[in-house]
């Protein structure tokens, strides 16, 4: 999704996630070739696997290009352009040895693309449906929650699947620059609340996020139910890192060395971990 994992898309569309990206979960999987949400800060162009195609970062956020200009919201995305035989081929790895085992790693929907791409017809469902099937620990990072609750909420709560949005600040402004193609803020807390009404267990990523952005996310989305916050510091422009801001909020969380914190009181504290740790001034 977001951020600093980098090297995580491979040949095998069910993968174990290396890096930083492997603090999400154990095994990961992309369903598409490209995202249109367009973020200002996606690594993806840069990786090896989309230079092979000769894409730069307008071929990967196509439709984001196409709609440069337009307001968001005012008009129709038309295409999803999923990896070729992307069903067929997760059922056949599902089948293999290699995985036979691990039904109880949570498979992660996407690092290099959105699960939830466009508000219309996606293969997305067609995906999870393979995973259900097999009895597949799932969770599904998106920055575009609505389709995810309102359509896939049976799959979400008969498997026990936890929902991810991303969310690095609460500035709406911010979001839609920089975030073109994604959920408004709005819609993304709506759907936060909308999930965690109907029982579905969600987490937050909060990245990218900057330190003073972090606090208020967390208070934020406390209110709203969820109870699980990744934290990813923003490092994607070069801009300056605010070290002495981010150990400010590890202390602020708690956190131990592996930057593992807490928000909230008892009995319902939140767990918060904090990517990479917490920093030494
Ligand atoms: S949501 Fe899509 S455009 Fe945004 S960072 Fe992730 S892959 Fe890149």
């Known amino acids: 999704m977001s951020s600093s994992e980098r090297s995580v898309c491979v040949m095998s569309v069910i993968y174990e996630p290396k890096g930083r990206a492997g603090e999400y979960a154990g ?24 230079k092979a195609k000769g894409w ?12 440069r200009g337009i307001a968001v919201g005012t008009f129709e995305l038309i295409e999803t352009e999923p990896r070729p035989g992307i069903v067929v081929q997760v059922r056949k790895e599902l089948a293999s040895k290699r995985l036979a085992g691990r039904r109880d790693d949570e498979v992660l929907l996407c690092f ?14 067609e995906v999870l449906e393979a995973f259900a099937e097999v009895g597949q620990r799932v969770t599904v990072l998106t920055k575009r929650p609505v389709q995810a609750v309102a359509r896939d909420w049976d799959l979400f709560l ?16 911010w979001i839609a620059g920089h975030e073109p193609g994604a959920n408004s803020l709005e819609q993304r807390l709506e759907a936060l609340e909308a999930a965690e009404k109907v029982g579905i267990d969600t987490w937050v990523s909060c990245e990218p996020s900057r ?35 981010w150990a400010r909020v ?10 593992v914190g807490r928000f909230g009181g008892e ?10 740790g917490t920093l030494v001034v």
Do not use: I, Q
């Open 158 to 173: 008969g498997n026990g699947w936890r929902l991810g949005v991303s969310m690095g600040c609460l500035d709406s402004a």
């Open 112 to 125: 290099c693309c959105d699960a939830y791409p466009v508000e219309g017809e996606d293969v997305t469902r």
């Open 27 to 50: 095994l990961a999987c992309n369903v598409y070739e490209t995202c249109p949400h367009g973020c200002t800060y996606c690594f993806v162009p840069g990786l090896p696997h989309v």
């Open 211 to 245: 330190p003073e952005w972090v606090l208020p996310v967390l208070a934020c989305v406390y209110l709203r139910g969820v109870r699980e916050v990744k934290v990813g510091r923003f490092n994607h422009t070069g801009e300056g890192f605010d070290r002495a801001g």
């Open 56 to 67: 730069g970062a307008e071929e990967f956020h196509r439709p984001a290009v196409a709609r």
């Open 250 to 259: 590890c202390r602020e969380l708690e956190c131990d060395e592996k930057g």
């Open 267 to 276: 009995p319902s504290v939140m767990r918060v971990v904090v990517k990479g």
